[in-house]
């Protein structure tokens, strides 16, 4: 399959034959489905919008994702992946079940979103439940800011 627009999903090729179903949802969202051990696994490639962006743009970006996940039995696994354009912040702040306790920087109101959104789902952002090294903590770089994408 070739790749369109912002979202994709690499399958080892020992995992492929294991594939069951792919379903592309629009630009920013795709899942595909997949029977390992016993156990379907979901996983979900989420691209949200961008900072800035009109808010109808972000609401139904979260919509469509809400609907994807409540497709999902609750029989079967969820793996989430993917940018959401937010910083949770370092600080856990009311969300210690979700954020790990390890992340970088200020929260701003996507990483909010984001948050609230694992909240809601009881999921867990999982690159910040282990410590990294500081350089592995900043996921954009300029000469004005350095940042970390959630």
């Not at 080892?12 to 630009?27: G, I, Q, S, W, Y």
């Not at 970088?104 to 867990?124: C, H, I, M, P, Q």
Request: charged fraction near 25%.
């Amino acid at each position: 399959m070739r790749g369109k627009n912002g979202v994709g999903i690499l399958v080892n090729n020992d995992l492929r034959e294991l594939v069951v179903e792919v379903k592309r949802v629009n630009d920013s969202l795709m899942t595909i489905k997949i029977v390992v051990g016993g156990y379907t696994l979901n996983v979900v490639s989420a691209y949200a919008p961008q900072v800035g962006l009109n808010e109808e743009v972000k609401r139904s970006f979260w919509e469509d994702l809400d609907g994807l996940v409540r497709g999902i039995p609750s029989t079967e696994k969820l793996i989430i992946g993917g940018d959401f354009n937010g910083h949770i912040g370092r600080l856990r702040g009311g969300y210690a079940d979700v954020h790990g306790g390890f992340s970088f920087g200020d929260r701003n109101g996507e990483g909010t979103s984001l948050l609230e959104y694992a909240k809601a789902f009881e999921l867990v952002i999982a690159n910040s439940c282990y410590m990294k090294k500081t350089e592995h903590l900043i996921t954009f770089r300029s000469m004005m800011a350095k940042t970390r994408i959630d």
